[in-house]
């Protein structure tokens, strides 16, 4: 008995110290709860007093704006512009660049001999623009809804290929002979290109074969180590020389007989090898595995994508050089990359939009095709604008007035337009002439004896690239010859 009463009080002692520990628990959890709900109540109240600013701010400038763009026309537009404005407050103000110069961007175009890159260099930044305007007005200031219904704003999707043919045919002093103001143009439209963005294979093997000299050093090989070498001196010089807009297409092919006898002397000097070297073996492995993954991405490619190669036709000429074209080949480019917006038939007078067709623009020295702008894409564009203050900024047409809402309707008969430069196109086809030293009598020539006895002649560029093609099969035979019969010596 005298032992249990304290045992007893001790637990009793120690219980309370627990519920009183437990208490202090949970009014430390209570009040941290609280203070959770009292920031959280503040952060929701600055967020609801920042937006029902913004929405003031917006709605003064609302009504102080008062030009509408090409609103006044129409009285319906007008007052569907004014419900959309007091219905919605996602305004988007865009700033008028300057019309760059006649050449702001001519001879800018380079495209990498080695990587196959197309990059643009020494372009000034106030020649930066994300927006064509075909309406003539001095700002734009309108909601999101009112941007994706106006039919005159589109965006420049620049062609890189056909961009950099113009610009190294202006390098090279070549012109169309004819006298057609936008000659060039149309013969780079009907230039045989690939315009999707696809893995073309189009880049130099010197990018794989550079790596394999550090391969071939693994074999301690001295056969193998100078062939990569000269390898890859030579392929680097055969990059540069077809890195014109006539040959860049078949640097690949020019390069297939360097690449054969490389791997032909690759083998030999594996084969006629007598000690045993594990390092040396995987040197070896490393090279093959390197030839066949270039094949695999490079030569395969390349043989693939001419499905995708295309050219234009011109349908129709409209002012500021601008064309409607309709696309010759690439037919299965709607199934793979879907189909494009229509384009309003105010802006080309045509009865029909055919999904061949293309809305292509020549703007200082750049070819691209203009594209509407979605809904999606100008609620990105609010994204930006309002949370990230960027300022985007368009260039002015002004194809299009109060004076002349839309292009009128087009005549055949009366536009006579000529015929593209294809591949297919025998008679029509201009060649081009050196700009220096040609006469005006060449340049001005229509070239009428194209026809007749000439019909049955196939064109120069075929015939220079069948006998490009026969010296390459000949040049590859002889070094599969030459390298087989050192292997039975």
């Not at 000439?454 to 093609?469: G, H």
Request: one cysteine or more; proline letters at 4%; hydrophobic letters at 40%.
């Amino acid at each position: 008995q005298n032992s249990f009463w304290p045992a007893c009080f001790r637990c009793r002692v120690d219980s309370w110290v627990f519920q009183a520990q437990a208490r202090i628990q949970l009014a430390e959890m209570a009040a941290k709860v609280s203070l959770d709900q009292s920031h959280q109540s503040l952060t929701e109240r600055v967020i609801k007093a920042d937006v029902a600013r913004r929405q003031s701010y917006e709605a003064k400038r609302m009504s102080v704006d008062e030009d509408r763009w090409a609103s006044k026309r129409d009285s319906k537009a007008s007052t569907a512009s004014k419900t959309s404005a007091t219905g919605n407050l996602r305004m988007i103000k865009m700033h008028k660049q300057k019309m760059p110069s006649h050449d702001g961007y001519m001879g800018k175009c380079h495209r990498n001999a080695v990587t196959g890159e197309i990059t643009l260099k020494r372009v000034h930044a106030a020649n930066d623009f994300s927006i064509i305007d075909l309406y003539k007005r001095s700002k734009i200031h309108k909601s999101v809804e009112e941007l994706a219904a106006d039919p005159y704003l589109f965006k420049p999707v620049v062609l890189p290929k056909r961009t950099w043919v113009y610009h190294d045919l202006f390098r090279q002093k070549k012109i169309v002979q004819g006298a057609d103001e936008n000659g060039m143009v149309r013969y780079v439209l009907g230039f045989p290109i690939a315009d999707a963005r696809v893995t073309a294979g189009q880049y130099s093997p010197m990018m794989a074969y550079l790596p394999m000299v550090l391969f071939c050093v693994v074999t301690k090989d001295t056969l193998a180590v100078a062939s990569s070498l000269i390898a890859v001196v030579t392929l680097g010089v055969v990059a540069n020389l077809c890195n014109r807009c006539q040959h860049y297409a078949r640097g690949r092919a020019y390069s297939i007989p360097i690449r054969l006898a490389h791997l032909g002397i690759l083998a030999l000097s594996m084969l006629s090898r007598t000690e045993s070297d594990m390092l040396g073996m995987i040197g070896y492995i490393l090279c093959f595995v390197t030839v066949f993954l270039d094949a695999i991405r490079g030569d395969w490619p390349a043989v693939f994508s001419t499905r995708f190669w295309c050219h234009y036709e011109i349908v129709r000429e409209l002012p500021e050089r601008l064309f409607v074209c309709k696309r010759i080949g690439a037919a299965h480019m709607e199934q793979q990359f879907g189909e494009s917006l229509p384009i309003a038939e105010e802006i080309h007078g045509l009865g029909v939009w055919q999904q061949r067709y293309i809305l292509a623009l020549e703007i200082s020295g750049m070819l691209c095709k203009l594209e509407p702008i979605s809904l999606k894409e100008w609620e990105v564009i609010y994204d930006a604008f309002a949370f990230s203050s960027k300022t985007y900024k368009y260039v002015s047409m002004g194809l299009f007035d109060d004076q002349t809402p839309a292009m009128y309707p087009y005549d055949e008969a009366f536009e006579n337009t000529p015929k593209s430069f294809g591949i297919g196109d025998k008679k029509n086809r201009t060649e081009l002439v050196d700009a220096v030293g040609a006469s005006d009598d060449s340049l001005n020539s229509d070239q009428e004896s194209s026809s007749g006895s000439e019909s049955d002649v196939p064109p120069p560029q075929v015939r220079i690239a069948a006998l490009e093609t026969a010296a390459v099969v000949a040049f590859a035979v002889a070094t599969i010859a030459s390298a087989a019969k050192a292997y039975v010596k």
